[in-house]
């Protein structure tokens, strides 16, 4: 994600171990969302207690960035980009983490409905909107990865989608349950579960407003999409300010090469 490079070669690997600790714990908690989904799908009791006993290691992992950054503050004291940067993966990693306990919860619930072996009415409603909501974390990640504040763009749009989704599934249980009570428990479980992937989502559109924040200068939770777009904008021009200075810098070197050859 760190594009730009300091005189300090200690200072960049410190900050690239940082992003590289932040995007392995967002594929570890992004892992228990589908696992869970699957043990959830397949009446998989024990890829639920897998789920579970790896929260154990997100946590962890939590703990080790949250070392790592103020060490790295401490030591480095960055500013600008460098200290923006840092500070989306100080905010980011609560919401990986929190997306890792929804992911708990719901491999709970897993392995609760594995053991009553009942109804699997809902399931589907489930399913769609797991894809959703998984895809939203991958593109946020994806985002944050590659400095790339279009696609966070397109993940905060899709939470509109997936909240709508979500609603529409929650009306149509609800209705289910006033026509036959015989699965009420069931029934409320899966809408949890709902609840739990509609939270994913909102936490990766939390990571996709960092990386905007990260690229644009600008603090774009709570704004219309008027002033996200724009902040899109402004990010996308000052990358490219920054390809051409760097082009123009490699030019010049290359030059004062070839005259001293």
Do not use: C
């Not at 790896?54 to 600008?80: F, S, W």
């Not at 219309?224 to 123009?248: C, F, G, H, P």
């Amino acid at each position: 994600m760190q594009n730009d490079k300091h005189i300090s070669k200690s200072f960049d690997q410190d900050i690239g171990e940082a992003v590289r600790l932040f995007l392995y714990m967002g594929d570890r908690a992004a892992n228990q969302v589908t696992n869970a989904i699957h043990a959830l799908m397949d009446q998989d009791e024990t890829l639920a207690q897998e789920v579970i006993d790896m929260d154990v290691d997100v946590n962890q992992m939590e703990v080790e960035l949250d070392e790592h950054i103020l060490l790295l503050v401490a030591k480095r004291q960055p500013t600008a980009n460098d200290l923006r940067l840092v500070m989306s993966i100080s905010k980011g990693v609560v919401d990986l983490e929190r997306i890792g306990d929804e992911a708990t919860k719901i491999a709970y619930m897993a392995k609760k409905a594995a053991g009553e072996n009942g109804s699997s009415y809902g399931y589907a409603e489930v399913q769609h909107l797991s894809n959703q909501v998984r895809l939203m974390l991958h593109n946020a990640l994806e985002a944050f990865n590659l400095s790339n504040a279009d696609l966070a763009l397109e993940v905060m749009r899709s939470d509109e989608l997936v909240n709508e989704e979500y609603q529409t599934a929650t009306r149509s249980l609800m209705t289910y349950i006033m026509e036959d009570a015989r699965h009420v428990s069931k029934v409320i479980s899966i809408m949890w579960i709902l609840r739990a992937l509609e939270r994913v989502g909102d936490h990766a559109q939390n990571i996709a407003e960092l990386v905007i924040n990260y690229v644009s200068g600008q603090d774009v939770r709570h704004a219309d999409y008027e002033m996200v777009e724009k902040a899109v904008q402004d990010a996308n021009e000052r990358l490219e300010e920054r390809k051409i200075s760097s082009t123009a810098t490699q030019d010049v070197d290359s030059t004062d090469t070839n005259r001293a050859d």
